[in-house]
């Protein structure tokens, strides 16, 4: 059984702060790693990709990826009230995989 | 580019009935995949097409079935409806980006009730 587990939150930061959300996965031969932001009501949104060990920054996000951890983080810098949301980690095992195998999500509040 | 769209957006049905739910790809895009999503089991797959072929099938019951039709567009079917078949219907479109990564984009879903 392939699992993502995410601490469910409510993770409540202050405006101008980093927000770090984190998810592990149990299945060793992912390859394929997504973080999607859901605001309520809405559908989810891709904010971020990443596929090898390191980091990978766009903006005020960077995506972390430790395979041999089996660990993915999400920073958001400077964080603003607009991205209080549920943020979700998926992750899509062995090559040319479609499945993506979501987390229940990290609740996101940005305090202003 | 237009994003995917999905029809109807809500739906309210019976228990037994049945329901076909449809959705269109972002153009050019030719996978196109199904999940589920209710507050208490998050976002599951069901069911993944590619050229109007199942490739990929989640963990749900028969009574889940779909199709892709040559322009990719897609519908999934849900029959004899149960009321714990209430959720949000998310459809996503795939691309082959670099690296043979894909990654999916998510209509606006379709919110079943069934009472």
């Known amino acids: 059984q392939k699992e993502v587990e995410q601490n469910s939150g409510p993770l409540s930061v202050p405006e101008g702060a980093i927000a770090s959300l984190n998810c592990t996965y149990s299945?060793?031969?992912?390859?394929?790693f997504f973080w999607y932001r859901q605001y309520s009501g809405k559908s989810p949104e891709l904010i971020m990709s990443?596929?090898?060990?390191g980091d990978k920054e766009d903006g005020r996000f960077t995506a972390q990826l430790n395979k041999a951890s089996q660990y993915v983080s999400l920073l958001i810098r400077d964080s603003q009230p607009s991205d209080s949301a549920t943020y979700l980690c998926?992750?899509?095992?062995?090559?040319?995989?479609?499945?993506?195998?979501f987390g229940k999500g990290t609740k996101l509040s940005v305090i202003p | 580019k237009a994003g995917v769209t999905q029809t109807p957006r809500y739906l309210i049905k019976t228990r037994g009935q049945q329901v076909t739910l449809s959705c269109s790809p972002i153009s050019g895009h030719r996978s196109v995949s199904w999940y589920q999503q209710t507050p208490g089991q998050g976002l599951q797959f069901l069911f993944e097409y590619f050229s109007e072929t199942q490739r990929n099938k989640g963990n749900f019951p028969g009574r889940f079935s779909g199709r892709q039709f040559s322009n990719s567009r897609s519908e999934m079917n849900v029959s004899t409806l149960e009321l714990g078949d209430s959720a949000l219907y998310l459809c996503?479109?795939?691309?082959?980006?670099?690296?043979?990564?894909?990654?999916?984009?998510f209509g606006p879903g379709t919110r079943l009730t069934v009472t």
């Open positions: 299945d060793r031969v992912s390859q394929s």
């Open positions: 996503a479109s795939s691309h082959l980006t670099s690296g043979a990564s894909y990654e999916q984009y």
């Open positions: 998926a992750v899509a095992s062995g090559a040319g995989s479609y499945q993506l195998t």
């Open positions: 990443i596929y090898s060990n």
